[in-house]
C-alpha cells in the first residue's frame, strides 16, 4: 500500500482489503478467478460506510504506471464490512467491462511492450534488409533450423515451426533480418509473448495466428494481427479517440509514418515509411495530443517543418539529424547567418512535448522519440513531408479478452493467483 493511501485510509478510518476471497471450495470459480484478475490489475476494495459498493475509478489511463495511479487513489471500490466480490459476479462483470480496468491493462501491455521491443533493439544480429532481397531471411541455417515455416515464396510468409515462444526467441538472440513493416509485425507478436507467458503464448495461439510477412498476405491467413483472427479492430487512424483516452490508450498500439507526396518525389524509396509500435508516452505528449485532438495537427506541424528546412540548402551526411536531434553545435554555430532565424523557428516547432515524449520502436531503429524520425526523413527523402498513423489493431478487444481468458483459464486450472511473476 502506497504512503498516500496509508495515510487516506487513516484519515477516514476505512480499511483496504484483498478482493475478499472465500477459501476452499471458491478456490478455482470462474468469479473468483475473475476477481482475483481484477486484484493482479491493482483494483482495491476498501471497506466504507456504505451500503452498496461504489467504484472510484480515478484516471488510471493519465498515469504512468500502477504504483503511480494507486497512489492517486485510482482503482477504488468502496463496499461495505465482510463484502467478498468473488460472491457478487455482477459487480465483477462491471468492473471487468469498466474504461478503467482496459486503463490498468495497458499498464501490463505497456510493460510487454517496452520488454519486447528493449530485447529486439538488443539484438545486434536483427538486421533490416531491403525489398529486392526478399522481406524476412533467416541466415545460412534457414527458417526451420530458427523455429519458422515458409508458406510463401520470396520470404512473404512464415510461421512458427513447433513453439511460438521458441520461433519469437529467433528475433531475439538469432540472426535475422527483415523489412521494417515485419519487424512492426515482430514487436506486436513478441509482445504478446511477454504478455503472456510463455507456456500461455504457445498454448493460446496456433501456428497460423502468427504467421509474418507481407500485409497483404497476413489477410490471407488466421493471423491474430490481420487475419482471421484478429477479430474486432480499433480504427482510429489520426489517434482522435486514442487521445481522448489518455496516455496509456496509446502503448502497444501500431501506426506508420507515411510519405504525403507521391512516389515520385521519393528519394530513398527504403525510408518511404516507417513502421511503428509505440512504446510510452510522456503526460506532456498525452496533454499535447489531447488538446489538439491526435495527429492532424502534428501533420500539418511537420509540413511547416519540412516547408522550414527546404529553404536551408546545405550538404552533409545526416545533416538535419544533426541539427535538430543531435544539436551538434559546431554544425549550428557554422550555418550561414540567413538560416540562423529558420533554425529558431524549426527548434521552436521541435519543442513541442510530442515530439520528444511520443516513444516508438521502429527497425532497425529501435527506440526513440517520434521528432527523431520527423528530423530523420528529412535528410532521407527531402522533398514530401511525412504524416502519422495509427494502424488498425485489436488490443482492446481481441487481445484484451484473449488474455483476460487465458488468466481466468489458468487460475481455475491451477486454483492459485492470475497474476504471474514479474519477469526476471
Not at 353 to 379: N, Q, T, W
Request: proline share 6%.
Amino acid at each position: 500500500m502506497s504512503a498516500r493511501v496509508q495515510r487516506w485510509v487513516l484519515r477516514t478510518g476505512m480499511r483496504v482489503c484483498a478482493l475478499g476471497f472465500m477459501p476452499g471450495a471458491f478456490a478455482q470459480s470462474p468469479a473468483m478467478c475473475e476477481a482475483k484478475v481484477l486484484e493482479g490489475l491493482g483494483w482495491q476494495l476498501l471497506t466504507a460506510a456504505v451500503a452498496q459498493p461504489r467504484i472510484e475509478a480515478g484516471a488510471p489511463c493519465d498515469r504512468a504506471d500502477l504504483p503511480a495511479a494507486q497512489a492517486a487513489g485510482d482503482l477504488r471500490v468502496l463496499v461495505p464490512a465482510h463484502y467478498d466480490l468473488a460472491q457478487h459476479p455482477e459487480l465483477v462483470r462491471e468492473l471487468l467491462q469498466h474504461p478503467a480496468t482496459r486503463c490498468a491493462f495497458g499498464f501490463e501491455l505497456g510493460a510487454a511492450t517496452r520488454r519486447a521491443t528493449r530485447r529486439l533493439q538488443d539484438n545486434s544480429h536483427y538486421r533490416f534488409s531491403a525489398l529486392q532481397l526478399g522481406w524476412i531471411g533467416f541466415g545460412m541455417g534457414g527458417a526451420q533450423a530458427q523455429g519458422w515455416q515458409r508458406f510463401r515464396s520470396f520470404g512473404r510468409g512464415y510461421a512458427p515451426l513447433g513453439s511460438n515462444s521458441r520461433a519469437l526467441e529467433t528475433f531475439y538472440s538469432g540472426r535475422v533480418r527483415s523489412e521494417c513493416g515485419v519487424g512492426r509485425q515482430v514487436a506486436q507478436l513478441a509482445t504478446l509473448r511477454e504478455l503472456f507467458g510463455d507456456a500461455a503464448f504457445d498454448q493460446a495461439f496456433t501456428a497460423g495466428e502468427l504467421s509474418i510477412g507481407t500485409f497483404l498476405t497476413l489477410h490471407d491467413t488466421p493471423s491474430v494481427l490481420l487475419g482471421a483472427s484478429a477479430g474486432e479492430r480499433f480504427a482510429d487512424g489520426k489517434a482522435q479517440k486514442t487521445a481522448r483516452l489518455g496516455r496509456q490508450a496509446f502503448v502497444g498500439a501500431p501506426g506508420f509514418i507515411e510519405h504525403v507526396f507521391d512516389r515520385s518525389h521519393l528519394d530513398d524509396i527504403h525510408n518511404q515509411a516507417e513502421n511503428f509500435v509505440i512504446t510510452d508516452v510522456s503526460a506532456a505528449a498525452a496533454a499535447a495530443l489531447a488538446r489538439h485532438d491526435g495527429f492532424a495537427h502534428y501533420d500539418r506541424l511537420n509540413r511547416r517543418i519540412w516547408e522550414i528546412a527546404t529553404q536551408m540548402p546545405g550538404t552533409g551526411r545526416r545533416r538535419f539529424e544533426r541539427l535538430l536531434y543531435e544539436r551538434d553545435r559546431a554544425l549550428r554555430q557554422a550555418l550561414p547567418a540567413a538560416q540562423q532565424p529558420l533554425l529558431r523557428q524549426l527548434d521552436q516547432l521541435l519543442a513541442d512535448p510530442f515530439y520528444a515524449g511520443f516513444e516508438i520502436y521502429v527497425h532497425p531503429k529501435g527506440v526513440r522519440p517520434v521528432g527523431y524520425h520527423i528530423v530523420r526523413l528529412l535528410d532521407r527523402n527531402p522533398r514530401t513531408p511525412y504524416s502519422l498513423n495509427l494502424a488498425l489493431h485489436n488490443l482492446p478487444t481481441t487481445i484484451w479478452q484473449r488474455w483476460l481468458h487465458a488468466r481466468v483459464d489458468h487460475c481455475g486450472a491451477a486454483g492459485s493467483a492470475v497474476h504471474p511473476p514479474p519477469p526476471q
